[in-house]
C-alpha cells in the first residue's frame, strides 16, 4: 500500500466509528419523550385549570413545567436536526472514500 492509500485507510476507520454511536437519534428520542411527557402534563395542568374557580398553585407549576419542557423537546430536536446533518455529511464522505478505495467494486477482487 502507498502512502496514500493508507491515509484514506485512516480517514475511513475515523469516519467509521464516528458514525458508529449515532448522536442524532439520541437527540430525536429525548425530543420525542419530552414532548409525549409536556403534553401529559399539559393535558393535567388543563384539567386543573378547567375544574378550578380560583387557579391552584399547582396548576401553575404544572403550566410551567408543561411550558419547559416543550422548550427542551423543540430544542433537543433543533439540535438533532444539526448532527443529522453533519452525520448525512460524514455518511457521505465515508461512501466516497470506499468509492476511492474500491473497496464495494467486486471487479477489483477479481483476478486478471
Given at each position: 500500500m502507498n502512502a496514500e492509500t493508507q491515509n484514506l485507510h485512516e480517514q475511513l476507520e475515523r469516519l467509521q466509528e464516528a458514525l458508529s454511536t449515532r448522536?442524532?437519534?439520541l437527540h430525536f428520542a429525548h425530543?420525542?419523550?419530552s414532548l409525549?411527557?409536556?403534553?401529559?402534563f399539559g393535558g393535567a395542568t388543563a384539567k386543573l385549570f378547567w375544574d378550578s374557580a380560583k387557579a391552584p398553585y399547582v396548576a401553575?407549576?404544572?403550566?410551567a413545567l408543561t411550558v419547559g419542557l416543550a422548550v427542551y423537546?423543540?430544542?433537543r430536536y433543533r439540535k438533532g436536526r444539526t448532527?443529522?446533518?453533519?452525520?448525512?455529511v460524514r455518511y457521505e464522505t465515508m461512501l466516497e472514500l470506499r468509492r476511492r478505495l474500491r473497496l464495494?467494486?467486486?471487479t477489483a477482487l477479481l483476478p486478471r
Open positions: 448522536q442524532s437519534t425530543a420525542g419523550v409525549v411527557v409536556a403534553l401529559i401553575w407549576l404544572g403550566l423537546s423543540l430544542v448532527v443529522l446533518a453533519d452525520e448525512l464495494d467494486d467486486p
